[in-house]
């Protein structure tokens, strides 16, 4: 996934257009006050000929008690423009931002598992976060700054050469440098901005490893390291962010600079007797010269704010090039019977060379319970992880009913699945919530605490201090390990798919509950077809066929008794789990 890539600021521009483009109207008035506020500066600017000519040199009285309420008229005229361009601006960068987090957000929702293999969570959160905040800055006040100093620009030159051509014919030598500048530093910028959202990502990457990882940190004791650390990574962002400001405040006194000879060169024309250059006209001239610095200064200095927005820009839409998950099937069934073939399969994940699977093949009749067993990384919970679909097979094909797994929509498909891990993870809602959690509302009250009460957990919760209301914290925190797995269980109780995965569903019991739980759980697996994953092989003598996979393969197949006779791999691990 390379979301690195860089591209031209005009490219990147034209991916956020049509974003901006939702609001033409309000940007077209935007546009338009913001003209008319640089206007209201060019006509003050414009007023001192006839001030300083008509007025003061002719001593003309009636144009001098009009003047103030032309100067108090521009004034509240740009006043009332600066208002409505900043309301309006605002209300369309908020609106913008709110559709990429959104869109940013469904895509992470609807991404493949690979996607997440392949990038840390600090670094999505800081997409989600600090990029998409950079788009504000970029959307907003970059570009009120931009369209705003450009008119205000476009006014100062009409002004110069309407007033004495000769004495600005010095701004056809100055301009192209001044844009050559600019443009060469945006160059500088983009580039600078990117490193500063990738150190971004390593600085909130380092503060979720902290975050998620507190309890190995103090056991450890790697305060120091892990301090370190994000020192080391705070430090970068430091220096990319003094990088980012020394261009700037660089680039603006040698613009500057390069006006300074205009100006020099206004002073030696209006030397010029040939000329007679009334005092009116070389002063409108002058102050527009020297008022030309603010609008380019503020135009270098914001370019640095507009280049991160691009840059951000850049990278999330980038993001939104990575591909979805596939769901081109067609077949939706409430209820399927279960009957499940695993033909030939083999499957590669993207970050390895070797095969995690190679030509797997086996079935489970419907009402069937199979078990998987194996060393740990053997490959038994990536075949649960195949029928899911979180990833595609690169050989074979898996079938439900007859039908390639591919035929059904996903949503179908996974809802005919129940899905009980060794690692869960509960969202930080009531413990209700938590067990009908997808379908909440479908659900009567009754029905997930009789759930609850299949999975042993009922009496847990009914001592807790608001039962079936209790917050269990972020990802389940306030609850033991037990007691996550059987809010899980009770989860998949509910939901009564007819077929189960059950990974590791009972590691994290003690025996007595785990005995419980076994009772509920073979309870549960009548009727359906079950692919039970396990270490403590007690658990699966029972199953209708056990398959030893180790390195990807399947190397012992059968019964229980079967497999201990032939005095195998399952016969040692067996004999290791009862030592």
């Not at 898996?398 to 797994?405: A, C, E, Q, S």
Request: hydrophobic fraction near 45%; include cysteine.
């Amino acid at each position: 996934m390379n979301i690195d890539k860089d591209s031209s600021t005009w490219c990147t521009f034209t991916k956020l257009w049509p974003y901006i483009a939702q609001h033409k109207l309000v940007l077209f008035i935007s546009i338009i006050l913001l003209i008319i506020s640089a206007f209201a500066d060019t006509s003050l600017i414009g007023l001192l000929r006839p001030l300083l000519d008509l007025g003061f040199s002719m001593n003309d009285r009636e144009f001098l008690y009009m003047a103030p309420i032309y100067i108090f008229g521009l004034v509240f005229i740009r006043g009332i423009a600066n208002y409505g361009y900043s309301i309006l601006l605002a209300l369309i960068s908020g609106k913008i931002v709110m559709r990429i987090r959104q869109r940013l957000f469904a895509h992470f929702v609807d991404a493949p598992v690979s996607f997440y293999d392949q990038s840390s969570t600090g670094r999505l959160l800081s997409r989600i976060t600090y990029d998409t905040d950079q788009v504000a800055a970029s959307s907003s006040d970059a570009l009120i700054t931009i369209i705003r100093e450009s008119a205000f620009i476009c006014g100062l030159f009409y002004t110069m050469f309407y007033n004495s051509w000769q004495l600005s014919l010095s701004l056809l030598v100055v301009t192209p440098i001044v844009i050559g500048l600019i443009s060469f530093i945006s160059v500088k910028f983009r580039k600078l901005a990117k490193n500063m959202q990738n150190s971004m990502g390593n600085v909130t990457m380092a503060v979720e490893q902290m975050l998620k990882g507190y309890r190995e940190i103090i056991v450890f004791g790697a305060q120091n390291e892990e301090s370190k650390n994000f020192e080391k990574v705070s430090n970068k962002f430091r220096r990319d962010g003094m990088r980012l400001v020394s261009i700037s405040a660089l680039s603006t006194p040698i613009i500057q600079l390069v006006i300074s000879f205009a100006i020099a060169f206004v002073l030696l024309t209006a030397s010029d007797p040939d000329l007679n250059i009334t005092a009116g006209e070389f002063t409108v001239v002058f102050s527009s010269l020297v008022a030309l610095m603010q609008p380019i200064k503020n135009l270098t200095s914001v370019n640095a704010n507009f280049q991160k927005g691009m840059a951000a820009c850049q990278t999330l839409f980038a993001i939104f090039e990575q591909p979805l998950e596939k769901d081109n099937g067609s077949i939706s069934v409430d209820r399927v019977k279960g009957n499940i073939v695993f033909d030939h399969v083999t499957f590669s994940y993207e970050t390895r060379k070797e095969p995690a699977l190679k030509d797997i093949s086996f079935s489970v009749p419907a009402g069937k319970t199979i078990a998987l067993v194996g060393r740990s990384g053997s490959g038994k919970t990536t075949i649960a992880s195949l029928l899911t679909r979180f990833y595609d097979i690169s050989k074979g094909q898996i079938l439900i009913d007859g039908h390639n797994i591919h035929d059904f929509t996903l949503h179908c498909l996974r809802d005919q699945i129940g899905l009980v891990s060794q690692n869960i993870h509960l969202f930080n809602d009531t413990i209700a919530n938590n067990i009908a959690y997808g379908r909440i509302g479908e659900y009567t009250q009754q029905q997930i605490e009789e759930a609850a009460k299949k999975a042993y957990a009922y009496d847990f919760i009914m001592q807790s201090e608001h039962g079936f209301d209790t917050k269990v914290g972020e990802s389940g925190i306030l609850l033991s390990g037990g007691q996550r797995q059987r809010i899980a269980i009770a989860r998949a109780l509910l939901r009564d798919n007819p077929i189960l995965i059950l990974d590791e569903a009972t590691s994290a019991l003690d025996t007595e509950s785990e005995y419980a739980i076994q009772q509920a759980l073979s309870e549960l697996q009548k009727g359906r077809t079950s692919i039970v994953i396990a270490h403590r092989l007690s658990t699966i003598e029972n199953a209708d066929e056990i398959l030893v996979v180790d390195a990807g393969e399947i190397i012992e197949q059968g019964t229980h008794h079967e497999l201990l006779l032939k005095d195998g791999v399952y016969n040692k691990l067996y004999q290791a789990n009862h030592l």
